[in-house]
């Protein structure tokens, strides 16, 4: 079966500070990847996507990056960190051919 | 381009009552629908989804939702709910040729005794 990681869970940064999420995805190939935030009280916004190795999409201009160094790894990146990148951030996978989207334990940012 | 509303964002009802939780998509082309259910700080949790067929879905826990192309709508539903339905539920939708989920802004349910 199938499984995602996510890590940290939780990550308290200062302004100013780097940030790297990773996210994994176990028992499949070729999956897209997909990173959103959920900041308080709003819903899902869609940050960076990916069908392949090295191929990332952005959806919203910001203040983050991804990249996808290996088939199964996602990696959400910040060089400085700001307040509003504060959120609950969420790693997803469906199968290359799926219609199903899948989704990670999260990781909590509070920068401060 | 897609895109998904959720009318309320909390819905307060008591155990044992019936509720429908309503979503609402634009769409130029057919579309995928689904249903997610969030835990505090956990991720999304599939709780059904329409892909073509029947216009019912039926999903876990008892929920179930029905496709309305002629309303662009997708509500929830579920007969009688307990406790423990207490969640966010989140409407998705996802073209038929696109990589990208959409998701609405989430409608809190709130269960009480």
């Known amino acids: 079966s199938q499984t995602i990681h996510q890590w940290p869970a939780t990550l308290v940064q200062p302004v100013g500070s780097p940030l790297s999420l990773e996210c994994t995805v176990e028992?499949?190939?070729?999956?897209?990847l997909y990173w959103y935030r959920q900041a308080a009280g709003r819903g899902l916004q869609l940050l960076f996507y990916s069908v392949g190795i090295g191929q990332i999409s952005s959806e919203v201009p910001q203040n983050l990056s991804a990249s996808r160094p290996q088939d199964r790894q996602f990696i959400l990146s910040s060089k400085k960190l700001l307040l509003s990148d504060s959120g609950f951030y969420l790693c997803?996978?469906?199968?290359?051919?799926?219609?199903?989207?899948?989704f990670g334990e999260g990781s909590w940012l509070t920068v401060v | 381009a897609q895109s998904v509303t959720q009318l309320d964002s909390q819905v307060p009802v008591f155990e044992e009552a019936p509720v429908e939780l309503r979503c609402n998509y634009s769409s130029s082309v057919s579309v995928y629908l689904f249903w997610y259910v969030q835990y505090p700080n956990q991720g999304l949790q599939l709780l059904l989804k329409?892909?073509?067929?029947?216009?019912l879905v039926k999903g876990i826990n008892g929920f179930e939702a029905e496709f309305n192309k002629s309303q662009t709508s997708f509500h929830l539903r579920k007969p009688s709910v307990h406790i423990s339905d207490t969640a966010e539920y989140f409407c998705a939708v996802r073209g038929f040729n696109f990589n990208k989920f959409y998701f609405g802004s989430g409608t809190k349910l709130n269960v009480k005794p």
């Open positions: 997803a996978w469906i199968r290359s051919s799926g219609n199903t989207i899948y």
């Open positions: 028992g499949t190939s070729n999956p897209n």
């Open positions: 329409y892909l073509s067929g029947s216009t």
